[in-house]
């Protein structure tokens, strides 16, 4: 999935993310200023897990299915993309299978990265 610069969402402990057409940034406000400042995410595997977790509690079917997509853009994850390969979509509890073996996925890539 591609993100135009000024796109956002927001996990669900209220944390603000907007795309700055290079990657996820988190708005954190200023004491003092009116508008918010912008820092980059450490890195975007980082981010993957944390709005993978966020969803993992609380999202949608559609939202856990674009996450999977984003992941692996190879993948027939969306319900356009398994349409497209004649294959049945996902339903709901399955995406959510699908989503915890990613979080570990993302999770034993984090702990790799971090001792390399």
């Known amino acids: 999935m591609e993100h135009r610069a000024g796109e956002g969402w927001m996990d669900y402990s209220g944390n603000l993310y907007v795309h700055d057409g290079t990657g996820w940034c988190l708005v954190t406000p200023v ?17 993957a897990l944390h709005r993978a977790r966020a969803l993992f509690d609380k999202g949608s079917r559609e939202a856990i299915l674009d996450l999977l997509q984003e992941l692996d853009p190879n993948g027939s994850w969306t319900d356009r993309a398994s349409f ?10 399955e995406a959510l299978i699908e989503l915890q073996d990613a979080i570990e996925e993302l999770e034993i890539e984090q702990r790799t990265a971090t001792v390399a």
């Open 84 to 93: 497209a390969e004649g294959l049945e979509p996902l339903t709901y509890d």
């Open 31 to 47: 004491p003092g200023k009116l508008t918010p400042t912008y820092r980059p995410q450490d890195s975007t595997m980082d981010n």
